[in-house]
């Protein structure tokens, strides 16, 4: 970090990871999102490959469309929303693992409560029945 | 020096307090020895809690397009892989896009940050013109929101995403706008970086919705 940064951030108006950055910053920065845009860009086409090839087994097809999704939005958090593990992301660490817990929570809560009042339902063709 | 500070004098719990002012004491209690955090670190940080909340509204909404498509006697909608191939595509650069000019605001290059950011928005309205093309003929084949379970829920999670698009987009003019009235002032910078945040995390949910959602459906 520059000498200007630290005096900036002393003062307390500037982030680290927010100062005036030098040219090496820059590049820096720019190999990051250049690397995360490929492999995301890398992801999206395995994902389009994925539907189209037979080389996968039928039935996987679905487990490796989740997988590649995952492993997108990991690319995403990482190289373009820059979570890290760095000591300065630990907040941001922290709340996105709450959030990844509740979304958890309310897809797969609601998937097994739906699937299992589904079994205890009476099948539609009987409940036509039923009201005949 | 205190008691506290002679067994932990640098950041105890590497929570990032006092990286650099080593040895610095801030005399307010609880905001840890190095003063509380930066406003441009606390502002991205609330807007960060934000998105997840965000994120934690679609997986609702993913959550109950999944119980309806599971189950849903209606027809599967033909989806055009091409249209959907360009979307993903004119999202995804759009991400990237905007990256590369918070990096020209990180330089305080203002011609170079107004291109990149225009650019993101107009592939930003591209994907949002392919969408309401793709909804439009959607409706015209009768398979609009109205017409059935599968549908209601198709159109209200990808129309969720659309139009956080579209406020995106409004947004982004308007970053545009007083970024070249007020110059990169310290508080304008807060902003670019909660749009930047903000447009990456819809290029997540839109990785969801691709494959989960349509992808999905041409699975074997």
Redesign the interface.
């Known amino acids: 970090?520059s000498q200007q940064g630290?005096e900036a951030?002393?003062a307390?108006?500037?982030?680290?990871g927010?100062e005036?950055?030098g040219r090496e910053?820059?590049s820096r920065?720019?190999r990051s999102?250049l690397i995360?845009?490929v492999l995301?860009?890398g992801l999206?086409a395995a994902?389009?490959w994925?539907?189209r090839t037979h080389a996968i087994y039928?039935?996987g097809?679905?487990v490796a469309?989740?997988t590649?999704?995952i492993a997108?939005?990991g690319i995403?958090?990482v190289f373009?929303?820059h979570i890290t593990t760095?000591?300065?992301?630990?907040?941001?660490v922290l709340?996105?693992v709450?959030?990844v817990l509740?979304?958890f929570l309310?897809?797969f809560?609601?998937?097994w409560i739906?699937?299992n009042l589904?079994h205890n339902m009476i099948p539609t063709k009987m409940l036509m029945d039923m009201q005949r | 020096m205190s008691i506290a500070s002679s067994f932990s004098p640098v950041d105890p719990h590497h929570i990032g307090h006092n990286n650099l002012a080593l040895g610095a004491e801030g005399a307010a209690t609880g905001h840890g020895e190095g003063g509380p955090a930066p406003k441009s670190v606390i502002v991205p940080y609330g807007f960060w809690i934000f998105l997840l909340s965000d994120i934690v509204m679609f997986s609702a909404f993913f959550a109950s397009y999944q119980v309806v498509a599971g189950n849903a006697i209606d027809a599967a909608p033909r989806f055009d892989l091409s249209n959907l191939a360009a979307e993903t595509g004119c999202l995804l650069l759009s991400s990237f896009l905007c990256g590369i000019a918070s990096l020209c605001a990180n330089r305080r290059r203002l011609f170079g940050t107004e291109i990149f950011l225009l650019l993101t928005g107009i592939l930003g309205a591209v994907f949002l013109t392919l969408e309401i093309r793709e909804f439009v003929g959607l409706i015209q084949q009768h398979q609009g929101p109205a017409d059935g379970a599968y549908y209601s829920a198709f159109f209200a999670l990808v129309g969720c995403h659309g139009l956080h698009v579209t406020v995106g987009l409004l947004w982004l003019g308007t970053m545009m706008a007083q970024i070249f009235a007020k110059g990169f002032r310290q508080d304008m910078l807060r902003r670019l970086t909660c749009f930047s945040l903000f447009w990456h995390a819809l290029d997540i949910v839109w990785v969801a919705i691709f494959s989960l959602v349509y992808l999905m459906r041409f699975t074997p």
């Open positions: 970090m630290i951030e002393r307390g108006d500037v982030a680290p927010l005036l950055q910053d820059t920065g720019l999102y995360g845009f995301a860009a999206t994902s389009f994925a539907i039928g039935p097809v679905s469309l989740v590649l999704a997108q939005m995403h958090l373009f929303l760095g000591p300065d992301n630990t907040n941001n709340a996105l709450f959030g509740i979304v309310v897809v809560g609601s998937l739906m699937t589904n």
